[in-house]
């Protein structure tokens, strides 16, 4: 059965390929329950970059759509979309150092990346926003090469959008070490391949200019001490513990005054 969902959507995945599905894209965001309540709420599978321009979000934007569950994909937050019924609303802008989008972030966040593995056994959690502790390192590998039939997927042209780029494959996969908010309680740690759009986007366009190094470090900074991170992470409905950095948001860093007025407003 169909619902009318609102959604702030925090997420774009990198476009991924399926045989079955072509390019799609997972998508992620705040699902507004009333009352000024929210809920995570994924996507899947959204075909973006074949969708009409005017159904194009972007990150930080409500939405509104019709979607439904399905069988095939039971963990809590996951809906089918509706690609047709999607009308795009209101942008939330980053001024006033995010208040206004943490307005809506800081409710539902979670403490640490150890208390969204207990909420997945508990009850299924599959997707959560929190800030790492301490990013402490970046590490870059070689990426598994696509096959001939997810090559051939990712080159098809798009009778709706003749101007459609081949999807690219990137080479290099990242992975984000970092320490959790979980550490008093022997916590050493997780690391998690990262598959936020935006960034690997970054990454795109700076090697093209600047070649690999610089791109490279380009992503290193980009979780560096001067952002106030926060990792969007979820799993996978096949790997339930194969988590992932789906989404990054990069708020600048508030000085303890300013940190503590927020969160009297937040109150
Ligand atoms: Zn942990």
């Known amino acids: 059965m169909k619902e009318r969902l609102r959604m702030l959507v925090t997420v774009k995945a990198y476009p991924s390929i399926s045989k079955r599905k072509g390019e799609t894209v997972c998508v992620a965001g705040l699902r507004e329950r009333g009352e000024g309540s929210f809920e995570w709420a994924r996507l899947w599978p959204v075909p973006f970059r074949d969708m009409d321009i005017a159904g194009r979000f972007s990150t930080w934007q409500w939405v509104e759509l019709d979607a439904q569950r399905t069988s095939s994909d039971q963990r809590p937050e996951s809906w089918r979309p509706v690609i047709d019924s999607i009308v795009t609303r209101e942008p939330v802008e980053p001024r006033a150092g995010w208040r206004d989008r943490l307005h809506f ?12 593995r207990r909420k997945q056994e508990a009850a299924g959690t599959s997707l959560a926003a929190f800030r790492p502790r301490e990013v402490f390192d970046v590490t870059a590998e070689p990426n598994d090469p696509w096959s001939a039939e997810h090559e051939a997927v990712a080159s098809q042209t798009s009778l709706l959008m003749p101007d459609k780029r081949p999807l690219e494959w990137i080479p290099t996969r990242f992975k984000f070490h ?11 740690g997780h690391s998690q391949t990262v598959v936020d759009w935006g960034l690997l986007q970054l990454y795109r366009n700076s090697k093209r200019n600047h070649g690999p190094a610089k791109a490279e470090g380009d992503v290193i900074q980009i979780a560096g001490p001067t952002k106030d991170t926060i990792f969007f992470v979820g799993n996978q409905h096949q790997a339930r ?6 989404g990054m ?9 300013e940190s503590d007025q927020l969160r009297l407003e937040l109150l």
């Open 105 to 116: 972030l800081e409710p539902v966040m979670l403490s640490s990346m150890c208390e969204l």
């Open 178 to 188: 970092y320490s959790c908010g979980d550490v008093e309680a022997g916590c050493r």
């Open 241 to 246: 513990r194969g988590w992932m950095v789906i």
């Open 249 to 257: 948001a990069y708020p600048p860093v508030r000085s303890e005054g």
